[in-house]
């Protein structure tokens, strides 16, 4: 498969191939699923956290002797049982997400991309150079593309400080360094526009 390259101000330049081991495998719905799912778990902050009985301060003296008093033999004030006393299965710090084996995350990642590909929604730029962080350059490169108030994620190779930091203010679209792209950005994006440099590391990576 061939896509056209188109240069930062929107003209056509060339083309570029794509590897068919990367852009046209038969997509796998259930991994892609199972991936999505638990990449949005690990989000997850998981820090929610509550006492026990032996977290909460106090309660080191026993509160009357055993028996003789008539009233119910207790050890501790922190009992759960009493006011102020420890929580009962409270919630503790955890990562909700789960381990998912390498070969099923490339399966879920090759599966994206070669929807992508077959749904035509790839643009490749020549390369994307900017002199200061603009946002304005941005929107322009994106109209001159036609794709406009679309989600746009932009793969490069490298750390493209200035296009990373003129991507924030616009809401629908995203920047990555193509190796670190997740599923998650890949499912969520209308379009992958990604410079020459991004196509040839990720094909290198994975062909």
Request: proline share 4%; hydrophobic share 35%; glycine share 10%.
């Amino acid at each position: 498969m061939n896509l056209r390259l188109y240069s930062q101000e929107g003209q056509e330049i060339g083309s570029v191939e794509l590897k068919p081991e990367i852009f046209e495998v038969e997509p796998n719905p259930a991994v892609v699923h199972q991936y999505v799912v638990n990449y949005l778990a690990r989000q997850r902050k998981g820090n929610a956290a509550t006492k026990t009985r032996s977290d909460v301060r106090g309660g080191g003296r026993k509160p009357w002797r055993q028996k003789g008093t008539g009233r119910a033999r207790v050890g501790t004030i922190r009992s759960p049982l009493w006011r102020g006393g420890g929580t009962v299965f409270g919630p503790h710090p955890r990562n909700y997400g789960s381990r998912i084996p390498k070969r099923m995350k490339r399966i879920a990642l090759l599966s994206l991309f070669s929807d992508k590909a077959r749904s035509e929604r790839i643009k490749v730029l020549d390369r994307i150079e900017m002199d200061k962080i603009k946002t304005r350059e941005v929107v322009g490169i994106l109209s001159r593309l036609d794709v406009s108030d679309q989600k746009c994620l932009f793969l490069d190779e490298g750390k493209n400080e200035k296009l990373d930091l003129s991507c924030r203010n616009l809401q629908k679209v995203k920047y990555s360094r193509a190796i670190l792209a997740n599923g998650y950005d890949l499912i969520n994006a209308d379009w992958l526009i990604f410079t020459k440099a991004g196509l040839d590391k990720i094909q290198e990576v994975f062909g």
